[in-house]
């Protein structure tokens, strides 16, 4: 038996997605909930990130986790493992999350006596941009073998995104990857977004993203 | 001016995509053009590996490359520099094709006096396994740093495919990916998946495929 629940989360019945966005945001502030959506393309490295994000904050903040994925089960387990509170969401094939798959997914896991949940969105670079999640803020994972173009391709990804982590630095000197020209081309679609060059496997990087994160669920809360 | 025509390819108005599809196949069977459709994950090198085919078939074969994505034109040009007709489909937003959208594309393409077409689809790992496009064959691409979990998480994908590469050998020593299990689970989808590890940077492997591509547009045009 699962350590975790699985929900089926069906298609929103609401037409306004970001006015329903809106409203799930406000539900989460007055619980004192701060959440995270997190995105990028499959095997970007977003559970390798959660594992060392969940080793290095789970003593400070109250934590969980929510897995987007098709039909699997595997990121939830490794969650699990690494010791946070996770649920998984089947999404039936659906390539993204809108706010009230997200709020089927909040309202079964029982977020009211937690600090932070991240939502990790199904690894896809194009659908899951489209739809507000009704989190507070959006991350997105681009990786070193990606290439620095991806900006360029995927622009709407990186409009929505408001903290690039640009992970497995470790492996830069193998790969034509160009930080300055990834930081250019970010910077293009997003003057704001703010940029962490990460290796989630070997933590190089990750405190600047812990940071981040500890300084955003503050705010949230005492606003 | 761009050496490329670039078309905004509009939803199909079939209810009915399978059928359409087929009907695609048929026109283009009677033209004695293969088509194929090959399908990746942002950044597993799809115009990297479509670039080095055409260096090596384009002497032998009369070849064309129909690039879509969401916006930007940036493979096209590549494909063009590397010495094949291209044509840019531009899907506005969406994030797959369909076989109407296909046909779009190949009607102002003017394919006729082609022997094989490779229509780059958008890069993802999930819509566009959901739609057949018209094509004789799948082929998708999964790279070394995606993992080799992919199969287990995208099961579609593997499901829908004839042919998978798997891209960015070179870097094998460099991340904790096994070629075994990998091979395990993309069986376990689809028993009759034909595996191929190459490196589109370095040339290695990349014969087994150049060899695929011809017996099968012998094939198509012999039967």
């Not at 089927?104 to 896991?109: A, H, L, V």
């Not at 999640?133 to 408001?162: C, Q, R, W």
């Amino acid at each position: 038996m699962n350590p975790f629940k699985v929900i089926e989360v069906k298609e929103s019945i609401f037409a306004d997605n970001n006015a329903d966005a809106d409203r799930l945001r406000q539900e989460l502030k007055g619980q004192g909930t701060y959440l995270l959506n997190l995105m990028s393309s499959p095997g970007s490295g977003k559970t390798s990130t959660l594992k060392r994000t969940i080793a290095a904050l789970k003593d400070e903040l109250r934590l969980g986790v929510m897995e987007a994925d098709i039909d699997s089960d595997v990121d939830a387990a490794a969650i699990t493992e690494a010791g946070a509170r996770a649920i998984q969401l089947h999404t039936g094939g659906m390539c993204h999350l809108d706010a009230d798959m997200t709020r089927q997914g909040i309202r079964e896991f029982g977020t009211e006596d937690l600090d932070l949940v991240i939502l990790e969105n199904v690894g896809n670079l194009v659908c899951p941009a489209e739809f507000d999640t009704g989190a507070v803020k959006n991350a997105v994972i681009l990786s070193v073998p990606e290439g620095h173009d991806k900006p360029l391709k995927y622009p709407l990804m990186f409009e929505v995104a408001n903290v690039l982590l640009v992970n497995k630095i470790d492996v830069l000197p193998y790969f034509d990857f160009d930080l300055e020209k990834l930081t250019e081309y970010a910077h293009m679609r997003n003057p704001g977004l703010q940029i962490f060059p990460v290796s989630a496997k070997t933590g190089e990087g990750m405190d600047a993203w812990y940071d981040w994160l500890r300084r955003e669920v503050k705010n949230w809360k005492s606003k």
